[in-house]
């Protein structure tokens, strides 16, 4: 007894009925469809481990219309039903995706054997994938073993290779993208991962963003453009800051998730795409749907499951392996270490912008640490942090040069570390041009 879902689509009806009662008995979910529009609905409704797909349906007759479902199915193993004479069409199936082929009529021991096998295949394929994740690390870089952590990266185990959406909750910089990407390295799905951030994309650009636009659709759109539903697929698709978007790509969202259809701005056609979401936030959704801001029903398809991040100040065991990783990394090839002072500091402070801000902080530190010490002191850590405010004691020994030195060091390092290593964003903010900064890192010898 296994309870896998097994989707016939077939429009015999003694078939899928023989067939169903068979499989059920055997401890199988079954679910049957009758044409491919039928089917695909189901499909996206019950997102089934295996199909049995009779290839010629109504209304075409033809096997088209069934091997045009292959590619969408590639989430689950497809074993195609044919005529005894069809060998040519079987092979070609399989050249389109299916797993498999079994003439009918189908003896049951034939059709046991050959689900057996493909669910196998299904089952060596998720593990395979799940495996490969570990040892590509995809928890690796989410640093941290903790009971709250080790409790994200056990959900992660156990979700990942499941189809359903995801839902991630936890305060800003908590890392809520990285879960989302571990989550997608944690599955079985080929395609890639795609991520959009509904906040920061203009309203009335977010619908075309995801599902597209044709041409001419509104001006400027001077050709055909896919969205990233149509990048995502075959992969995941991560709807960072879900809370943002607006209520009329709501609505579109909500149909996507439902039936698996969307059409692109402009166009009239539905389009399917076969796309896992996980969506993040860290605004309280519930509040939003009492004030009407974000739709109910939209929420109840978005949180198949809900992992939490938790905040930096909740799991402050960690902190020492976060910084000293964050350390390592920033510090490239020199070798950098905390004071006692500077580790009893980082214990001290309470991170409301939790783990980015960490990071930003450690980074920044490093970033002007004084090329001859190997250490980082708990001023260099405070002097990061607070953004640029040196401290005397930093002034009071040295002469002026050296201490202009330190002064420009420390600033450059705040504002690459405070825009994420952006050149031109880090010279607006210290009112230099660009190659004015550039020569003074060259001259400092900052990277
Ligand atoms: N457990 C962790 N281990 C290592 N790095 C982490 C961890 N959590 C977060 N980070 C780092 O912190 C930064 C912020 O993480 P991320 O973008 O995933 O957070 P978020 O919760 O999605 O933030 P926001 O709500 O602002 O979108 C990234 O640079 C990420 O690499």
């Not at 400027?220 to 978007?245: M, S």
Request: neutral net charge; proline residues 5%; glycine residues 8%.
């Amino acid at each position: 007894m296994s309870g896998e879902t097994i989707l016939i689509v077939d429009d015999e009806p003694a078939f899928a009925r023989v067939a169903g009662a068979f499989l059920t008995r055997e401890g199988y979910h079954v679910v049957t469809a009758k044409d491919a529009a039928s089917a695909r609905e189901v499909f996206a409704q019950a997102r089934p481990d295996l199909v049995l797909l009779d290839l010629v349906m109504p209304p075409e007759r033809t096997p088209e219309a069934g091997l045009s479902l292959l590619p969408e199915f590639s989430s689950a193993v497809t074993v195609v039903l044919t005529a005894h004479s069809e060998h040519e069409l079987a092979l070609r199936a399989v050249s389109l995706g299916a797993w498999d082929f079994l003439a009918k009529p189908v003896e049951p021991e034939l059709l046991r054997f050959c689900v057996e096998r493909a669910l196998a295949k299904a089952a060596l394929e998720r593990e395979i994938a799940r495996l490969r994740a570990e040892k590509a690390g995809a928890y690796d870089g989410l640093i941290g073993n903790g009971p709250a952590m080790a409790h994200v990266k056990d959900m992660i185990r156990r979700i990942g290779p499941a189809e359903l959406p995801v839902m991630i909750l936890g305060p800003t910089g908590s890392g809520k993208e990285l879960v989302a990407h571990a989550l997608h390295r944690a599955s079985a799905r080929r395609g890639p991962f795609v991520s959009i951030h509904c906040g920061a994309i203009p309203a009335e650009l977010i619908e075309s963003e995801l599902f597209g636009h044709l041409k001419g659709a509104f001006t400027g759109a001077h050709a055909d453009r896919p969205g990233l539903v149509a990048t995502a697929r075959g992969g995941t698709l991560f709807l960072d800051e879900i809370g943002e978007t607006p209520l009329p790509c709501q609505v579109k969202l909500l149909r996507f998730l439902q039936e698996g259809t969307y059409t692109p701005v402009g166009g009239r056609e539905a389009r399917r795409a076969d796309v896992r979401i996980v969506s993040a936030t860290h605004r309280d959704l519930e509040a939003m749907i009492a004030s009407g801001a974000f739709r109910e029903d939209l929420y109840y398809r978005l949180r198949g499951v809900v992992i939490r991040t938790p905040a930096l100040d909740e799991r402050r065991e960690d902190l020492g392996f976060l910084a000293a990783h964050f350390l390592a990394q920033a510090a490239k090839k020199r070798k950098l270490r905390f004071s006692q002072e500077a580790l009893a500091w980082l214990v001290a402070q309470s991170w409301p912008g939790n783990v980015r801000e960490l990071k930003a902080t450690i980074e920044c530190a490093a970033a002007l640490a004084d090329p001859q010490s190997s250490t980082i002191s708990a001023e260099d850590l405070t002097f990061a942090r607070g953004g640029g405010v040196l401290p005397t004691s930093d002034v009071v020994a040295e002469t002026l040069p050296e201490a202009q030195e330190k002064l420009e060091r420390r600033m450059i390092g705040a504002a690459l570390a405070a825009t994420e290593h952006n050149h031109s964003a880090a010279a607006r903010r210290l009112g230099v041009s660009r190659v004015g900064l550039l020569k003074m890192m060259a001259r400092l010898g900052l990277r």
